[in-house]
C-alpha cells in the first residue's frame, strides 16, 4: 500500500530537548516536503526536498533542520523546541513539487 | 507571493442541503488541486483540475475550474455527515512547491 508513515503521532516534550519527526514514504517519489498546521493559519511549509541531498527552506523554517540522505527519507529536527513550535505536523511526499501529494496521518507536538 | 483565498472559512449544514465552497486568487495556476483532511488524519486529494473551464464530478462532489485558471469551485449535492471535513485547494503555477489555501471547515449534521 502507498503510504507515507511518520512518527510519533503524538509527543509532548519540554523546551529545549532535542527531538526528531521521523518520515518515510515508500512510492520512490523524489519530492518530500514538512508542513504545520495551526488554527487560523493553514498548512505553512517548513522545510522542502526536490530529491536526495537537495533540501530548501519553505515559508517557516526556523528553528527546525530537515536532512534527505536516502530517497525514502525525510526526518524533521527540532535541536532546541520552545512552545511556539507545539503544532500539528505534516510530512508529505509526491512525484516533484506542484505533482498531488500524499501525506502521512499526522504527528501532534506539544512543548511545555 | 502567490495566495489562494478560500471561502467560507466555516460551514454548518444539515444533512441532505446542497453547498459550494469557493478558492480564488489573483493569480493564474497551471493546475489545482482539492484535498480533503478529516480529523486526525492528513490531507487525502480529491481531484486536480488542468484546464480552464473544466468540470470534474465524484460521485456528489463537482469540481469546477475557472475559465482563467484563476479560480475553482467545489460543489456538494446533498450534504452527508461524511462529508464533515477540512478541504483546502491547492495551486500549482510551475514554481517549484504549492500554494495552499487556508481551507473550508464543513461540518454536516444528521
Known amino acids: 500500500e502507498a503510504q507515507v508513515t511518520q512518527n510519533p503521532r503524538y509527543l509532548i516534550t519540554v523546551t529545549g530537548k532535542k527531538l526528531t519527526v521521523t518520515c518515510s514514504q515508500n512510492?520512490?517519489?523524489?519530492?518530500m516536503s514538512w508542513y504545520r498546521q495551526d488554527p487560523g493559519l493553514g498548512l505553512r511549509q517548513i522545510y522542502y526536498s526536490m530529491n536526495v541531498e537537495v533540501t530548501d527552506k519553505g515559508d517557516v523554517p526556523e528553528g527546525y533542520k530537515v536532512s534527505r540522505k536516502e530517497k525514502r527519507n525525510f526526518p524533521l529536527i527540532l535541536e532546541s523546541p520552545s512552545p511556539n513550535q507545539t503544532s500539528l505536523y505534516f510530512c508529505?511526499?509526491?512525484?516533484?513539487?506542484?505533482?498531488?501529494?500524499?501525506f502521512g496521518n499526522g504527528t501532534r507536538l506539544t512543548v511545555t | 507571493t502567490q495566495l489562494l483565498e478560500q471561502s467560507p472559512q466555516f460551514l454548518s449544514i444539515q444533512e441532505g442541503e446542497n453547498l459550494t465552497v469557493y478558492c480564488n486568487s489573483s493569480s493564474v495556476f497551471s493546475s489545482l488541486q482539492w484535498y480533503r483532511q478529516e480529523p486526525g488524519e492528513g490531507p487525502v486529494l480529491l481531484v486536480t483540475?488542468?484546464?480552464?473551464?473544466e468540470v470534474k464530478k465524484l460521485k456528489r462532489l463537482t469540481f469546477q475550474f475557472g475559465d482563467a485558471r484563476k479560480d475553482s469551485s467545489l460543489h456538494i449535492t446533498a450534504a452527508q455527515p461524511g462529508d464533515t471535513g477540512l478541504y483546502l485547494c491547492a495551486g500549482s503555477s510551475g514554481y517549484s512547491t504549492l500554494t495552499f489555501g487556508k481551507g473550508t471547515m464543513l461540518l454536516v449534521s444528521p
Open positions: 508529505a511526499s509526491g512525484r516533484k513539487g506542484d505533482s498531488p501529494l500524499h
Open positions: 512510492m520512490n517519489h523524489e519530492y
Open positions: 483540475v488542468v484546464t480552464g473551464g
